[in-house]
């Protein structure tokens, strides 16, 4: 079984910045893929970005080049810096990971890009 818990969501300017952060726990598992989804308002559950275990990044074109993800392994602890954030940025972020037991999901955080 793993948990995963998303922090770092909030109000935001257009053009600022905010990091999420997404905290595995539990017992008995091993991290391999991880990244993250977002839903806004009425719209589907988008692909926003995702890591490997050794690294490898992928991003969804809405979000290249504003968006970075980063991992620790030893902390099992995943990074999503993004930048330059935009209104239609605004939506409800959810954390997933991949382990030997399965695939989980953390219950969303708010990031909300508004003047």
């Known amino acids: 079984q793993v948990q995963l818990v998303e922090s770092g969501g909030g109000l935001v300017q257009p053009g600022g910045s905010l990091r999420l952060s997404c905290a595995a726990s539990?017992?008995?598992?091993?991290?391999?893929?991880m990244g993250w989804y977002r839903q806004a308002p009425g719209n589907q559950r988008d692909f926003v970005a995702s890591?490997?275990?050794?690294?490898?990044?992928n991003y969804a074109d809405s979000v290249k080049g504003r968006f970075t993800l980063s991992r620790d392994n030893a902390k099992n602890m995943m990074y999503l810096q993004m930048n330059s954030l935009r209104p239609e940025d605004t939506a409800v972020y959810y954390c997933?990971?991949?382990?030997?037991?399965?695939?989980?999901w953390g219950q969303g955080t708010q990031v909300t890009v508004s003047s």
């Open positions: 997933y990971a991949h382990s030997t037991r399965g695939r989980y």
């Open positions: 890591i490997s275990s050794g690294g490898t990044t």
């Open positions: 539990g017992s008995g598992f091993s991290l391999s893929g």
